[in-house]
């Protein structure tokens, strides 16, 4: 399985690398996972107008990644789900996207255009959190489907 992270973030070196190599080395036994981080000059100079402009964009800049494979997004307003309900996301794909948005989340116009959109819990988390939890639900998500004791 192909496995794309797709994120708002600037490209820059963080504490949390050490901990993303470490989690995508555990899932590499069940599946390939990219982690592509995107940002340009038209985000930075949203954010200065407003939400609204921040989150379209998000769109723009995510919309080329959205044709090919189960898309899933992660947004505030998604529905939350259980590792289990997590792993059956994984269940049979060949490729998922997972994206996580910046600051204000997306527009109602780009979620529609995913295949699930979920949440990871009713608190605020940055997208370096939101990444680290992301890819240990992963490798729980996995080690559930293959009855491997990690998620107990």
């Known amino acids: 399985m ?18 993303y190599k470490e989690l995508t080395k555990m899932i590499s036994r069940f599946a390939k996972v990219e982690d592509i981080e995107l940002f340009n000059k038209d985000v930075t100079k949203a954010h200065t107008i407003s939400s609204d402009a921040s989150k379209a964009a998000y769109s723009k800049l995510f919309e080329p990644h959205l044709p090919k494979g189960f898309n899933v997004i992660l947004h505030p307003d998604g529905k939350i789900i259980d590792s289990y309900e997590f792993s059956k996301l994984l269940d049979g794909k060949i490729a998922i ?14 979620l529609k255009k995913g295949d699930s959109v ?6 605020t988390m940055s997208h370096k959190i939101a990444k680290a939890v992301l890819l240990e639900q992963i490798y729980r998500g996995f080690s559930l489907l293959s009855n491997h004791p990690y998620h107990k």
């Open 97 to 110: 996207k997972f994206f996580i948005g910046g600051a204000y989340g997306f527009e109602e116009s780009f």
């Open 118 to 123: 979920i949440s990871l819990g009713n608190i």
């Open 2 to 19: 192909n496995i794309e992270i797709i994120s708002i973030a600037k490209k820059e070196h963080s504490t949390y690398d050490p901990l």
